[in-house]
């Protein structure tokens, strides 16, 4: 079984500020991890996601994160955030014990002040 | 192409009535899976398809909740005799194979009065 911890349930910032949301895991296997981003009254959306190669990856909206196996993590960065990125965001994981559901942390809330 | 549907959007039930939500998954999406979202809770796993089979039902709460998948496409999960712990925001995701993303749904709010 997997198990996931965002440190943080809020973390508010000025708009054009750097952002860091952070994510743990546990798991005894390997594991594949997500980041899905939901905008108010809205539903889940993808944002990034780690399968295999290379341990850095991107999304189209200037967001990164890292995968750091023997950290067990995978924060979420941006260098600049806009007002627009005010949203829940959820680190999840899957793998292949667990039949690849989705085991989600208890995501944070950004919110980007101007 | 179109993303995956759920319906209703809303659905408010008295107390110990049956309700049933559906879920359309991407076209050609073998896996399906439901989630429930509440505050209390967070997000958690119900249940999951591979075709047409549930081979991990393990998250589904108690024998009042089941569900299935017909055709290798639509879904529907039913709960009987509503209870007001039941209410949530029920979330349907598909994905090509087990081992891709999920796509989810803009979700069922079930509200038990």
């Known amino acids: 079984a997997q198990s996931v911890t965002q440190l943080d349930s809020q973390v508010p910032v000025f708009e054009e500020a750097p952002v860091e949301l952070r994510c743990n895991y546990s798991?005894?296997?390997?594991?594949?991890l997500f980041w899905y981003v939901q905008y108010p009254n809205q539903g889940l959306q993808l944002l990034l996601k780690?399968?295999?190669?290379?341990?850095l990856v991107e999304s189209i909206n200037g967001f990164e994160a890292e995968f750091n196996k023997s950290q067990t993590s995978f924060h979420l960065r941006k260098p600049s955030v806009h007002i627009s990125d005010t949203a829940e965001y959820f680190c999840?994981?899957?793998?292949?014990?667990?039949?690849?559901?989705?085991?989600f942390g208890k995501g944070t809330l950004l919110t980007v002040n101007p | 192409g179109a993303g995956v549907s759920q319906s209703p959007s809303n659905k408010v039930t008295e107390k110990g009535k049956d309700v049933e939500l559906r879920c359309d998954p991407i076209s050609g999406h073998t896996a399906l899976y439901w989630y429930r979202q509440s505050l209390g809770q967070g997000l958690e796993f119900l249940i999951y398809f591979q075709g047409n089979s549930a081979p991990d039902k393990s998250g589904l709460p108690s024998d009042r909740f089941s569900a299935e998948r017909t055709g290798g496409s639509v879904s529907t999960l039913t709960i009987q005799r509503t209870q007001q712990e039941d209410s949530a925001v029920y979330l349907c995701?598909?994905?090509?194979?087990?081992?891709?993303?999920?796509?989810f749904g803009p979700g069922t709010r079930l509200t038990v009065l």
């Open positions: 995701a598909s994905s090509l194979r087990v081992t891709s993303e999920q796509f």
């Open positions: 780690y399968l295999s190669g290379s341990t």
């Open positions: 798991s005894s296997v390997s594991v594949y």
């Open positions: 999840a994981v899957s793998a292949v014990d667990s039949n690849y559901k989705l085991t």
